[in-house]
């Protein structure tokens, strides 16, 4: 049973720069979640996919984009990089049973630098 | 917006001590879950709580959740070194239908074992 996975596992960017990340689901997981994880800090949730649409979205600019693919693979996308987007981003999954109750498995991570 | 916070940052404790961190959310929650990052690794799921002033186990593990479901707590029993990590709380707010609430995580307690 594959877990979820992610790639690229570092990144280099500059500054205003784009970047694209990607994240595949747990098996029988539907929806996607990411999160940017700044040194020292907890993870910060940037957007939710489920069915291919953006169900809930944090305090990130319009520069965070996201999508999800019939196979609820999803990508998220950061155009003009700031040298504060350097963070671990993490995707996490889960299965949509319900509306409340549903535990997040989160993948190994990917580490973006922005210099 | 909803906040949530959690102490202490940092615990320092002798293998064999107890270790104990307190999360509380600035409005009330429909559930909360707990979560544990080894160093260099990504968090994983210890537990959800959803019922006010529920009390769940997990070995040396406990796991509360406040009465008016805005605040809960971790207690290991005989830390090992096993127990070394961060433990974030992760809040969900109560929502409306056709939504998921969005999981707003604690900025976490740094757990250090000494052998």
């Known amino acids: 049973d594959a877990g979820v996975t992610q790639s690229p596992t570092h990144l280099i960017k500059t500054r205003g720069q784009q970047v694209t990340l990607r994240c595949s689901p747990k098996s029988g997981h539907d929806t996607v979640s990411w999160y940017q994880q700044a040194l020292g800090q907890g993870p910060q949730f940037i957007f939710q996919?489920?069915?291919?649409?953006?169900?809930q979205r944090g305090n990130f600019p319009d520069r965070f984009s996201g999508h999800q693919f019939p196979n609820y693979s999803s990508e998220l996308n950061v155009n003009a990089l700031w040298l504060g987007d350097s963070a671990l981003y993490l995707c996490a999954s889960s299965l949509r049973r319900d509306l409340i109750s549903y535990e997040q498995y989160f993948g190994p991570g990917t580490r973006l630098t922005v210099t | 917006g909803q906040q949530v916070m959690q102490i202490p940052q940092y615990q320092h404790v002798q293998e064999g001590e107890d270790f104990t961190t307190y999360c509380n959310s600035s409005t009330t929650l429909s559930n909360i879950q707990w979560y544990k990052q080894r160093p260099g690794g990504h968090p994983v799921f210890l537990i959800q709580?959803?019922?006010?002033?529920e009390v769940k186990k997990q070995k040396r593990l406990t796991f509360q959740f406040g009465e008016a479901k805005k605040n809960s707590s971790l207690h290991i029993t005989a830390t090992q070194t096993t127990d070394v990590g961060t433990y974030f709380c992760a809040g969900r707010n109560v929502f409306g239908s056709g939504n998921t609430g969005k999981l707003i995580f604690g900025q976490g307690t740094t757990l250090q074992v000494k052998p």
């Open positions: 709580l959803v019922k006010s002033g």
């Open positions: 996919y489920y069915e291919e649409e953006e169900r």
